[in-house]
């Protein structure tokens, strides 16, 4: 049975306030997704907060965060924080774990090393929440003999969330679940399942083990092409991410047009929202799911006919003018017609 999961880019809920958090929460349950994301983006709100606010408001429901990562936070901190979460949430808490990204300049932080601190964010984590004493030294971060003082009873499935190879193929051999980022065409996703598998044989793990989800930006409208202009600021970041690395970009066959790339260069990322016009429709296509609610069904079901993935998470972007309520009702229609053709309980509308 296919796992539904429910996530928003943090501009595209910028407009929610804190008092109304609880309220989008529990509309999530009541919809029948089966988890409810937190984005994480620096200098919008807390991911950590919402969720606490999420547990108050849902009983059933699993409460995600994405995307943790070495950089930002001590894994210590996260681990802590996530624990504590998740003793308020009756352990219905996941967290994904990757590069960060947005808002590290910022904050004078730098990548480096990127794959081996994330894997070691997310083994750091893991373990101080199975109880074990902690000891690692990696060029982001440092745990000395640490340890959490209260920790979950049950075990806490952990993602790690990437589009790229080397990080695929590493969460392939270390990770509960692989969220696979921005991978709307089944041809991108089967390649990066490969990449997946083979990071599971490498290690000796069964794939079947694995939760494997296809993690798209999605956009859903009465007009088609206005679901496409509500996913151009959200491709026009996922470029900002992950600059300079263009594997991605060349593996489906595409190019960042030169005029956007310069204006990545400057990592200037408040730019971006003036600049979204430059991303073409082909990377909209690409890296995203745009369009009517049949139109979606559509393409969703043809990665679930094509690729094997265990999970779908919609991040739920909204058209220009589109009310999240709009946006909401649309994606539950799509919801009910996914549920009926690949399982699940019944989607409340």
């Not at 994301?37 to 999420?54: G, I, K, L």
């Not at 044989?201 to 939760?211: E, N, P, S, T, Y």
């Not at 956007?260 to 296509?285: C, G, K, Q």
């Given at each position: 049975?296919?796992?539904?999961?429910?996530?928003?880019?943090?501009?595209?809920v910028?407009?929610?306030?804190?008092?109304?958090?609880?309220?989008?929460?529990a509309?999530?349950?009541?919809?029948?997704?089966?988890?409810?994301?937190?984005?994480?983006?620096?200098?919008?709100?807390?991911?950590?907060?919402?969720?606490?606010?999420?547990?108050?408001?849902?009983?059933?429901?699993?409460?995600?965060?994405a995307v943790?990562?070495?950089?930002?936070?001590?894994?210590?901190?996260?681990?802590?924080?996530?624990?504590?979460?998740?003793e308020?949430?009756?352990?219905?808490?996941?967290?994904?774990?990757?590069?960060?990204?947005?808002?590290?300049?910022?904050?004078?932080?730098?990548?480096?090393?990127?794959?081996?601190?994330?894997?070691?964010?997310?083994?750091?984590?893991?373990?101080?929440?199975?109880?074990?004493?902690?000891?690692?030294?990696t060029?982001?971060?440092?745990?000395?003999?640490?340890?959490?003082?209260?920790?979950?009873?049950?075990?806490?499935?952990?993602?790690?969330?990437?589009?790229?190879?080397?990080?695929?193929?590493?969460?392939?051999?270390?990770?509960?679940?692989?969220?696979?980022?921005?991978?709307?065409?089944p041809?991108?996703?089967?390649?990066?399942?490969?990449?997946?598998?083979?990071?599971?044989?490498?290690?000796?793990?069964?794939?079947?083990?694995?939760?494997?989800?296809?993690?798209?930006?999605?956009?859903?409208?009465?007009?088609?092409?206005?679901?496409?202009?509500?996913?151009?600021?959200?491709?026009?970041?996922l470029?900002?991410?992950?600059?300079?690395?263009?594997?991605?970009?060349?593996?489906?066959?595409?190019?960042?047009?030169?005029?956007?790339?310069?204006?990545?260069?400057?990592?200037?990322?408040?730019?971006?929202?003036?600049?979204?016009?430059?991303?073409?429709?082909?990377?909209?296509?690409?890296?995203?799911?745009?369009?009517?609610?049949?139109?979606?069904?559509?393409?969703?079901?043809?990665?679930?006919?094509?690729?094997?993935?265990?999970?779908?998470?919609?991040?739920?972007?909204?058209?220009?003018?589109?009310?999240?309520?709009?946006?909401?009702?649309?994606?539950?229609?799509?919801?009910?017609?996914?549920?009926?053709?690949?399982?699940?309980?019944?989607?409340?509308?």
């Open positions: 049975m296919t796992g539904f999961h429910l996530g928003f880019p943090s501009h595209s910028a407009d929610v306030h804190m008092s109304d958090w609880g309220d989008l929460a509309e999530a349950e009541r919809m029948g997704f089966d988890a409810f994301w937190h984005s994480n983006e620096r200098f919008f709100r807390d991911m950590f907060v919402r969720m606490t606010v999420s547990a108050t408001r849902t009983t059933s429901i699993t409460l995600g965060g943790a990562d070495g950089y930002a936070a001590n894994p210590a901190l996260t681990a802590q924080t996530l624990a504590t979460v998740n308020l949430a009756d352990g219905r808490v996941t967290l994904a774990i990757g590069a960060g990204g947005s808002g590290l300049p910022m904050m004078g932080l730098t990548r480096s090393a990127v794959t081996d601190t994330t894997r070691a964010a997310y083994e750091s984590i893991a373990g101080l929440l199975a109880g074990e004493t902690v000891t690692r030294q060029s982001a971060f440092t745990l000395r003999a640490a340890n959490l003082k209260i920790f979950p009873a049950q075990h806490v499935p952990l993602w790690i969330a990437s589009r790229g190879r080397r990080m695929l193929e590493m969460a392939g051999g270390a990770a509960d679940g692989v969220m696979i980022a921005s991978q709307a065409r041809a991108g996703l089967a390649r990066s399942l490969s990449h997946v598998t083979r990071g599971a044989a490498a290690h000796g793990r069964d794939k079947a083990v694995l939760r494997t989800m296809a993690r798209v930006d999605t956009c859903v409208h009465t007009d088609a092409e206005r679901a496409r202009e509500g996913c151009r600021l959200m491709v026009a970041k470029l900002w991410m992950s600059f300079p690395d263009r594997r991605f970009v060349a593996d489906a066959g595409l190019s960042v047009p030169e005029e956007l790339e310069e204006i990545i260069a400057t990592r200037n990322y408040d730019a971006l929202e003036t600049v979204a016009d430059l991303v073409p429709d082909s990377m909209i296509d690409t890296f995203c799911w745009a369009g009517t609610p049949d139109q979606l069904v559509d393409r969703v079901a043809a990665v679930l006919d094509a690729v094997e993935v265990t999970d779908i998470g919609f991040w739920l972007l909204r058209a220009p003018g589109q009310s999240l309520r709009e946006a909401l009702a649309l994606l539950a229609e799509t919801l009910t017609d996914l549920r009926g053709r690949f399982g699940g309980p019944e989607t409340t509308q």
